[in-house]
């Protein structure tokens, strides 16, 4: 049985010399050479080995060497998940050697296993297993296969894993009874694979395994397995023609004997669901459609406790944040644009730029009303700059980069996280200011023709990553509080009117507290009026005033989300990102406290301040604030929802009310 090596026949052999056969216990030696007598001093009758009685000192009985290969704690057990034929050969390697010749191995096995052995080549010596039904080589190198060298007899044949790129070698005189044809995970590629998938190869094919190619053409491929009499198992899933919404009504209506689809029994609701689907084929586009949703954000950390208070020259910070991924990009699509949605493509915001032009009158005045009650908090800065950045929920142009490093030459100080990987695009959530649960509220549906590069991208997953960004802003024309305000004539006299208008105001304030409540709370509340709209036409001019650095971006948490299970058959992979702990017990008192100033809580401490009968109570009481705070401080980990869907049709309605769409 000599073969060369990479060939069927070499491994098969090797795997034979790898059983012992014909080493203790098995085979003859000095541990049983009692039993078997030279073959010349032998009648015909002894050729059967004799079990003596009583053995010879120095030799082990049949049953003491059986029980060395059974037992799983000897050093002589079978490793496990050996086959039940490998047991059976160390067993008669014991019980009878003699037989064991290379004619017995040509008609005893019928089924060869050669999984991960490196073979590259179906060499002619397979031929000698006369007896041959089931062939399973997975796991190898092969890339062609001489179906003259494959037995007439074989009736099941795998080829998992290996590098086959056609199924075109196959169909030169192919096993005529062959029922189970499994090539999952080739290299199977183009349309012309559906030429090889018909009747006239395999007239009794029973089972066909093509899952997780390159294939395509859903159309032209149904169409040749119709061919097939006898077809009742079949599994497409894992290649690019499986991620069309239609993919399964199409294939359950256009093979109507089908039994098994990927594995998932046909039953008889979805035939009837999926009725009259397939003469709409030639209508149904290629085009696979996913949808991302990324919900809650927590566990992030508030910088901006840490930062001190600003001065009338700045700068102002904000923070904002935001959760990026990154999606293949449709190199076929017409236009290729993600218009009307809340995503944008992540690009550099403008150095130094004047707001005033740009800012869009109603933004300000949103910005306007979150001020109106006092100082800003930050949580509420960081809503105004970002609704002055973005202008609202508006999407950023997009911005078209070639590669990963051009990207990173705009930005050179970037994290190499925040770059696309080649192929790809990044794609963000709108920047939400700090809190607790961040929501992010997002939805984007990507609807992509170009289905082999979406398979890739599947396979190898996304990123998720959160960002924190810090924008420092800065007025325009700093003021000089030093300077005082410039002399004006007969400001004297204005002084002097001024004053007398005050004694004035005082003394009909006191008048009309005696008897005229109605008229004052009316006078009071109309110059209230007037001073929040002299107050806002003044924070309206400080706002277009403020000019803006570059962001400064920090990356949170960034990881990696599977999505194979999407080409596996599942119709969605929901997660939760888990970043770890990213809060401290110090920054977290700072924001406990600033979130538990509310009205109350300043009353107290007014209350406090002026009498002092009061201030150690009001002390002892922020003191045990502090320790019920630390006591049940358990931070939560720095976590994203994630959802990514792949639109599939329940209906043959469902389907053709997306094509009218």
Known sequence: ???????????????????????????????????????????????????EEAVSPGEETVEDLLGLVRSPHSPWALPEGSSAEDRFLRELAIQNPLVLKDSFFYTYFKSLRVVDKQVSLVDKDLLKFVK?????????????????????????????????????????????????????????????????????????????????????????????????????????????????????????DSLSRLCVLDDITVASSEKHQFRGL??????????????????????????????????????????????????????????????????????????????????????????????????????????MEESLVSGGSAPLPRTSVDSAEELAKLRPHLDPRLCPSPGTVLFSTVRKPWADVIPCNYEMQHTLSDLVPLKAFLMSGTTVTIVEEKIL??????????????????KGEKDKKGEKDKKGKKEKEEKDKKGKDGKDKAGKGEKDAAKEQKEGKKKKELLKDLRQDPPILRVLGSGR?????????????????????????????????????????????????????KLPAAIEKGKSLVSVYESNYHPD?????????????????????ALVL
């Open 278 to 383: 397939r003469h709409s084929g030639d209508l149904l586009t290629q085009e696979a459609q996913l949808v991302v949703t990324i919900g809650n954000v927590r566990g992030v950390l508030d910088t901006s406790v840490l930062d001190p208070e600003p001065g009338p020259q700045g700068p102002f910070i904000t923070y904002s944040y935001y959760v990026t991924y990154d999606f293949v990009e449709d190199e076929e699509a017409e236009g290729n644009g993600y218009g009307g949605v809340l995503a944008e493509i992540v690009k550099p915001s403008p150095s130094t730029e004047q707001l005033g032009e740009d800012v869009p009158e109603e933004v300000v005045e949103e910005a306007e009303d979150s001020v109106e009650s006092g100082p800003v908090s930050q949580s509420q800065l960081g809503e």
């Open 132 to 252: 041959l039904e089931e062939l399973i080589l997975s796991a190898n190198l092969i890339k062609e296969i001489d179906p003259a060298n494959l037995p007439p007899t074989l009736k099941v044949l795998e080829l998992y894993g290996n590098k086959m790129s056609s199924m075109e070698c196959l169909c030169a005189g192919p096993p005529p009874g062959l029922q189970h044809l499994g090539l999952g995970h080739n290299k199977l590629l183009g349309p012309l694979e559906s030429l090889y998938v018909t009747s006239d190869h395999w007239p009794n094919l029973v089972s066909l395994d093509l899952s997780f190619n390159d294939l395509t053409d859903l159309q032209s491929m149904v169409a040749s397995l119709r061919t097939l009499p006898c077809l009742r198992l079949l599994v497409l899933q894992g290649n690019p023609l499986a991620l069309v919404p239609y993919y399964r009504g199409f294939t359950i």
């Open 561 to 613: 989300v599977a999505l194979e299970p999407l080409l596996a058959g599942e119709p969605f992979v929901s997660t939760v990102c888990d970043f770890g702990v990213i809060r401290t017990l110090e920054t977290d008192k700072l924001t406990f406290f600033r979130d538990s100033k509310n009205k109350k809580a300043r009353k107290d401490a007014m209350e406090a301040k002026k009498s002092k009968t």
């Open 637 to 657: 980990p720095l976590t994203v929802e994630v959802q990514i869907q792949l639109t599939q049709c329940r209906s043959a309605e469902e389907a053709l009310r």
């Open 1 to 51: 049985m000599e073969a060369p090596a990479g060939t069927v026949s070499a491994a098969v052999r090797e795997h034979l010399r790898q059983l012992c056969l014909r080493e203790f216990p098995c085979g003859i030696g000095s541990w049983n050479k009692s039993r078997f007598l030279p073959q010349t001093s032998r009648a015909w009758r002894e050729l059967v080995p004799r079990e």
């Open 473 to 490: 802003s800065w007025p325009v024309v700093p003021p000089s509080p030093d300077s005082p305000m410039p002399a004006k004539k007969g």
